[in-house]
């Protein structure tokens, strides 16, 4: 057959319009979960922290996280009222099982939970040379483990310590906001678990979602906001003094 | 013509080894094409620089806890048991585990009868660093050994006069 300019001409478009599906490669596998409607978040509502170690246990049993290694994990702080600069700062096994009573009574104490901080503009993501760590389209950092090579370019790279490589299948490994959870209608397992509401996963796209309310209403900060990474974990009533 | 062309042969003299050179870099410029399309994923850069199927993949894992709605489903009634209580709002796998298990086959899965005596102090043990408004108890000096729903009933602990149970 003689292709002749007229019908490369008709053939273009649809070349065109056949590559658009070789692009879309294969099909999300939630159907009714839509990417572009969710942008996630979590609000951490430290004056209800009791320290209690459950998400930490139940971020364990969900995500199968090796023993010694935490993808969220509870941090005690011990200010003295004269020396907000240097906070003492304990968390035996991530503060999985609870904490033993204070040293010292005197001062403030309180709790912080911390986990992946969700940046938008997330360092870890942008050091990765082979695309393996990313923020996938709904605002979650996430890590492809097929694809990541150990490299530890993105653990270095983190500021808040997130990540860490898994020892059996060294890969870099981190919080997903249990994305395996939220894609089905389901909050984190730290969030399920968390007995006094001090942990509430966010939607910030859901215009229902109470998120909107409490931001407007509260004294709400983020950890390190001199790094400009656009963290999505939203801390109420943070001391100073937590690093 | 064809003398403009042996004039520009005759100046470019070595044009013809030229011309082998971009042949091999095309031919390597195909080879490139043809192998990275078929390393490269089909879903790399749906989403960015990165595969799109890993996204599918990471929401594809099984969930562990089933979610309070799950179980309210069923238990009914500890739902009624708990909903004017102080635990009210402690989601029934803070404190029972993880049990999609159960929730998927409640039959042959089976959750474990909790102790009392080790659960509760999990969270209300007096600790300095705990908000002052939680209700805290140094546990050696408030029960003396004895486990706690001897008095307080776990779905809606606050003690009644008729007694926890």
Redesign the interface.
Known sequence: MNLTRRHLLLLLPAAGAAWKY?????P???PN?K?TEHWWGMLIDL????????CVR?CQ??NEVPDGYFRTWVE???VTDYDIENPQVDSPEGGKH??P??KD?TGK???VPKLCNHCVESPCTQVCPV???????DGVV?V?K??CLGCRYCVQACPYGCRFINPKTKTAEKC?LC???I??G??T?CC??????ARQLADLKNPKDPIHEFLKTHSVQVLKPYMATHAKVYYNGLDGSVR | MAGDRAYAMNTFKDAGHLFRLAGVFVAGILVFLVVRGFLV?????????????????????????A??ETCEACHTEVLEKKKDGK?A???C???H??LAKHADDPASVTPEKLDTAVLCV??H???????KS?PQVVSADHASGMPCDTCHQPHSPAMTAEGAK
């Open positions: 070789v692009l879309a490669g294969t999300e596998a939630a979960y990417l004056p209800k922290c009791i320290g209690c170690g459950n139940a049993s969900e005690r702080y011990h609870g904490f009573p204070a009574e104490n309180f709790f695309g393996a760590t990313f923020v996938s389209p996430m492809d097929t694809y997903t994305y395996h959870r894609t089905k389901l909050t397992a399920e678990t968390c007995p006094t509401g | 994923p089909k879903s790399f850069g749906e989403y960015g620089h990165y595969r799109g199927a890993a996204l599918a993949e990471l929401a594809a894992r099984p969930v562990n806890y979610g309070h635990h709002h402690v989601n796998e803070a404190c585990g993880a999990k969270c043990e007096a600790n300095a660093a705990k908000p939680f």
